[in-house]
């Protein structure tokens, strides 16, 4: 099922104004942008980003916890609208707001359409570079550790099941499902 939108604009602002209804609803006040990456205005770029226009990680007060989302999107013309393509996504948990220090988690995807040529589990995620070698020979910051696609709702349900992140409604857990359910009925996912 495609997006209702008349433009890859509005499709990316439906998919944008869907991820921030659920972020600030559950998690955070703050709020995904985004920027049209190309000249046919068909790939564009949502994530956080600070006061000069540079892609960042945000405060989860009152844990430790900064969080990145940045996700790389492309709108398809389809018949009665457009479907939204993953390109690539990072989204990262640290304790930093700066994307220049080590995440200590990191889920990615990379599809091929960005990397033909990557050899690593385009659903990964890896750790922090001080689990290295914490058992000889295994370093999980250098291993693309698979997964399967992973959703901004995995993220949050993550931050606020197993990182103790205070949710900031107690019915967090149905709003995460539902935002899952109205992603599924768009079609929207990782290929």
Not at 53 to 78: D, I, N
Not at 158 to 163: C, T
Request: with cysteine; proline share 5%.
């Amino acid at each position: 099922m495609s997006l209702s939108a008349r433009s890859p604009r509005e499709a990316f602002h439906v998919f944008q104004s869907h991820a921030n209804n659920i972020l600030n609803k559950v998690l955070t006040r703050y709020r995904l942008e985004f920027f049209v990456r190309t000249a046919t205005q068909d790939q564009a770029t949502l994530a956080f980003f600070d006061r000069r226009r540079v892609m960042c990680a945000v405060s989860l007060h009152p844990s430790p916890w900064y969080l990145h989302l940045g996700l790389e999107l492309k709108a398809v013309p389809e018949e009665k609208g457009y479907d939204l393509q993953m390109l690539k996504y990072a989204y990262r948990i640290q304790r930093t707001p700066s994307l220049q220090d080590e995440a200590e988690v990191r889920f990615e995807y990379v599809s091929q359409e960005v990397d033909p040529d990557a050899r690593w589990c385009r659903h990964h995620v890896q750790f922090h570079r001080d689990y290295h070698d914490v058992r000889e020979g295994f370093s999980p910051q250098k291993f693309h550790i698979p997964t399967g696609g992973v959703t901004i709702e995995d993220v949050i349900r993550f931050l606020i099941a197993d990182l103790k992140v205070p949710a900031l409604i107690e019915t967090w857990d149905e709003e995460l499902r539902r935002s899952e359910e109205q992603l599924w009925g768009w079609g929207v996912q990782a290929s």
